[in-house]
């Protein structure tokens, strides 16, 4: 495995037509971020900050936070970091949070990620505080999970803009720019992107959450893992909806969703003209080598006419499809 990193490392990815994909990591410990290196990918699409909420006894200091995000941007160097706001709640339990108001009956379409947050808004203020300080001289990238309608995202950025007016009120020293992201993994906001878009610097289409709220299908669920394929015309033609709003309107998107890490998903991805991925970083150097062997116009043509049929078997089109052109 390590062989492989080391000759994929410093490839581009850069399709066989000449379309630069970006290729970043889902990170979410402080040690995730030495995965840069050795696999070279561009960048944190997603660095889960809930993980130092789920480790420790008691709520994470607002200093401890700020270290924490500090030591990640100065390991990531000059690569972009993209932090998400805490995603806890539902199936990530705090246990020190109180049990009755935590029980739930569907935890994963309950009290979790903004909408805990946006309710306990000293978790968040505490957290937009240590991002904003962590990120002062630099630029902070943040994007908040589970976002269901457009208001919750107004509220949440707010939330960040009020904290930035605090500090510089007081003089401190604040990031050079703020670009703030949506995750899109809640199908409901798919339908109100024409507000949402206007106000985005950028969407990270979360797929896990996505499929199993798209099918009604618990992600977790050993019965039904393996039941709904990502590579499902469904799910596709949802991704490529999404994704060709977002270009037309001009904003930054991508997917930060496990699907991306899986060589076949990743190439129907690029085949729906999505060119942002990110992804666990084993996967990276097996993405690379395909992405490196295709031919990314070619297929948009191919998965268009069969997306427009929608065929049962996409999966089996699509390997077929890689196998042919040499990929
Ligand atoms: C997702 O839902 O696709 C996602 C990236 O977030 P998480 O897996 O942390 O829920
Ligand atoms: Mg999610």
Known sequence: RRAFFVQTRD???VTKDGQRITLMINAGLRDDVAALDVTGADG?????????????????????????YRDVLDAAGDRPV????????????????RSDEMAEENPAMGWRALRLSLERDALMKA????????????ELNVMFPMVSEPWEYEEARALFERQRAWMRDRGKLLPTAIHYGAMLEVPA????????LPRLDFLSIGTNDLTQFLFAADRAHPKLAERYDWLSPAILRFLARVAGQARAA???????GE???????????????????????VAVGPVKAMVRTLDAGALRARMGEWLAQGPRDMRGLLSRW??????
């Open 11 to 13: 490839l581009p990815p």
């Open 44 to 68: 944190i699409g997603l660095f889960r900050t809930e993980f130092q909420f789920l480790v420790g006894a008691t709520l994470p200091a607002r200093e401890r936070q700020q270290r924490l």
């Open 82 to 97: 993209i932090f998400r706001t805490v995603d806890i709640g539902g199936d990530k339990a705090l246990p020190y949070m």
């Open 127 to 138: 957290q937009a505080r240590a991002l904003l300080e962590a990120t002062a001289g630099r």
């Open 189 to 196: 906001l798919a339908e109100m992107l024409d507000q949402l």
């Open 250 to 256: 001009g904003v930054l998107h991508g997917v930060c």
């Open 259 to 281: 699907m991306g890490g899986r060589t076949l998903e990743a190439m129907a991805l690029i085949g729906l003209g999505i060119d942002r991925l990110s992804i666990t970083p």
């Open 322 to 327: 890689a196998e042919e052109n040499g990929v």
